[in-house]
């Protein structure tokens, strides 16, 4: 029978069977009869959107894998669609640990296939993209300050019938006195396929240091759809005469409505790690998605 001796830090050395000359990541063993790594199980924490699918699937695979407090987990695996998957990645954005999702929603994007058997196997192979979310600081027509993070995108939309009147900044320098639209909207590389790409925004590729401004339906500049900018970059929009044409912001689905002034920056001090099946990552999908 073999006998697995479980290893600390350190790459592995080849060696002959029944010989271990160095040591494997934690997540690995040694199969000491063949001089093999196999992988150590993984504590798993699962967590499922409120869909009767979701919950179904997580009961499953709770009695398959067993699952541990988020807390403990070395990795998280969430069952939903997108929008499930945002939420976890916002609820755990403290902790250091991998989330890989299942899609048991619609469109899943940020999810991959769903499957039950050999999530272990899956789980040790997947491919991990890093992303660094967009901050939102808003002020609000009443001088309240609202702060909140997005991983897709910060969009500003008008909250009235009239077009909004915007002033767009870039690290401080007016860039556009007056921006008649609909709304604007700036996203990560990630969330460049979502609300953006429907605003006839750019794709951008997972790796870029870029984040794109897109304007929603612009009426002056009629022809203006936006612009790249550094990721470094911190955009500050105004709105001009918002007690008439008001506007509201948004991040990832958290809201601030009448909004006088909206700052958006990178975030490199939090880090969502994304865990995706070799092949299926987030370059691939982005890719992809321009050819549908």
């Not at 010989?19 to 199969?31: A, S």
């Not at 179904?56 to 499953?60: I, S, T, W, Y």
């Not at 953006?196 to 870029?210: C, D, K, Q, W």
């Given at each position: 029978m073999p006998v697995?001796?479980?290893?600390?830090?350190?790459?592995?050395?080849?060696?002959?069977?029944?010989?271990?000359?160095?040591?494997?990541?934690?997540?690995?063993?040694?199969?000491?009869?063949?001089?093999?790594?196999v992988p150590k199980a993984p504590r798993i924490n699962f967590t499922a959107s409120d869909s009767p699918v979701a919950q179904?699937?997580?009961?499953?695979l709770t009695a398959r894998y067993g699952s541990v407090p988020v807390g403990q987990a070395e990795v998280i695996v969430a069952l939903g669609g997108d929008g499930f998957m945002l939420q976890t990645l916002h609820a755990t954005e403290e902790l250091d640990v991998p989330v890989y999702g299942m899609n048991c929603g619609t469109i899943g994007f940020l999810m991959n296939e769903f499957g039950e058997e050999g999530?272990?196997?899956?789980?040790?192979?997947?491919?991990?993209?890093?992303?660094?979310?967009?901050?939102?600081?808003?002020?609000?027509?009443?001088?309240?300050?609202?702060?909140?993070?997005?991983?897709?995108?910060?969009?500003?939309?008008?909250?009235?019938?009239?077009?909004?009147k915007l002033r767009i900044s870039v690290d401080g320098k007016v860039r556009m006195e007056e921006l008649v639209c609909d709304g604007a909207l700036v996203c990560t590389p990630a969330g460049s396929t979502a609300y953006?790409?429907?605003?006839?925004?750019?794709?951008?590729?997972?790796?870029?240091?870029?984040l794109a401004l897109t304007a929603m339906a612009a009426f002056r500049p009629r022809r203006w759809r936006g612009a790249l900018l550094p990721k470094s970059a911190k955009v500050l929009i105004e709105?001009?005469?918002?007690?008439?044409?008001?506007?509201?912001?948004?991040?990832?689905?958290?809201?601030?409505?009448?909004?006088?002034?909206?700052e958006i920056r990178s975030e490199p001090g939090i880090r969502h790690r994304i865990l995706f099946d070799p092949g299926h990552g987030l370059e691939e999908r982005l890719t992809r998605e321009q050819f549908v």
């Open positions: 697995f001796v479980p290893c600390q830090s350190l790459p592995a050395i080849s060696s002959p069977p029944g010989l271990v000359l160095g040591l494997l990541p934690v997540n690995q063993c040694i199969n000491v009869a063949k001089g093999e790594a179904a699937a997580l009961d499953r999530l272990r196997e899956r789980l040790a192979l997947a491919v991990e993209e890093v992303i660094n979310p967009l901050r939102m600081s808003a002020v609000g027509t009443d001088g309240a300050e609202h702060s909140a993070l997005a991983i897709n995108e910060v969009s500003m939309l008008r909250a009235g019938p009239q077009a909004a953006n790409y429907s605003a006839h925004g750019p794709i951008l590729p997972i790796g870029a240091e870029v709105v001009l005469d918002p007690r008439k044409r008001p506007v509201m912001a948004d991040a990832d689905g958290r809201s601030a409505s009448s909004v006088t002034r909206v």
